[in-house]
Structures are given as structure tokens and as C-alpha cells.
């Protein structure tokens, strides 16, 4: 009886899937000029940043890599959070009841508090190493 219902949501899912692609691809094809335009500009604005990098670095390497150091640094936050989130989840709420589950949690909170660290101290000790470590 299990087996018979998950087949029959798997099925589903690949049927919704394959019908909902459709649909976004036919939205691409109609970008109006405003969209068009944002999307432009951003563009821009990143390319000007990865520039101003360069710049202050003084060399298109180190400035490439101070800018994606910092874009790791902010799209770090935002999953390590989540990270931290499901392991309190495994530690609080399901740990209760299910000790092996319990420490799952405790290591998914350690090791993102630690990604999260790393994430956020590298681009200083880049720069700090570029800064004095290079002469």
C-alpha cells in the first residue's frame, strides 16, 4: 500500500515537472524592456565592482579573488543560518525522542558555526595577507 502511493507521487512529481517546465520557458521568451534593463544593470554594477577590486588590489587576480572571498562572505550568512535552523531542528525537536538523531544535530550546529567562521574571516586574512605578506 506504501509502495503503491509513493510510485504514485513520484509520478506526479514527474509529471508536474515536466508540464511546469514548460510554462517557465514560455515566460522567458516574453522579457519585457524594463526587466531587460534591470537585468543589464545589474550586470553593470557587478562588473563595476569586480573592477574597483582590481583596482584597489593591483592586480586583476588578487581583485578577482577578494571579490568572490566577498561574495562568499555574503551568501554564507544566509545558508549557515539555514544550516544552524535544521540542526537545532534535529537537536530540539526530533533529538527528543531519538538520541542518534540528537547528536546529528549537535554536529550540523558545530559545523556550520564553523563554515560560518571561516566564511566570514577569510577575505580579512586575504587582505591582510595581500597587504603585507606580498611587499
Request: glycine share 8%; aromatic share 12%.
Amino acid at each position: 500500500m506504501k509502495k503503491g502511493i509513493i510510485i504514485i507521487a513520484v509520478i506526479m512529481l514527474i509529471m508536474v515537472i515536466c508540464f511546469g517546465a514548460n510554462k517557465i520557458y514560455a515566460a522567458d521568451k516574453a522579457i519585457d524592456e524594463e526587466t531587460e534593463s534591470k537585468i543589464v544593470e545589474i550586470k553593470e554594477n557587478m562588473a563595476s565592482s569586480l573592477e574597483d577590486y582590481k583596482a584597489k588590489y593591483g592586480s586583476d587576480s588578487y581583485g578577482t579573488v577578494a571579490y568572490i572571498l566577498n561574495i562568499v562572505r555574503i551568501y554564507s550568512i544566509p545558508f549557515c543560518f539555514l544550516g544552524i535552523v535544521i540542526g537545532a531542528i534535529y537537536q530540539y525537536v526530533i533529538g527528543i525522542r531519538k538520541l542518534d538523531v540528537l547528536e546529528k544535530g549537535m554536529a550540523l550546529i558545530v559545523s556550520f558555526v564553523t563554515i560560518l567562521i571561516i566564511c566570514q574571516i577569510l577575505p580579512l586574512a586575504f587582505a591582510v595577507f595581500v597587504k603585507f605578506g606580498r611587499g
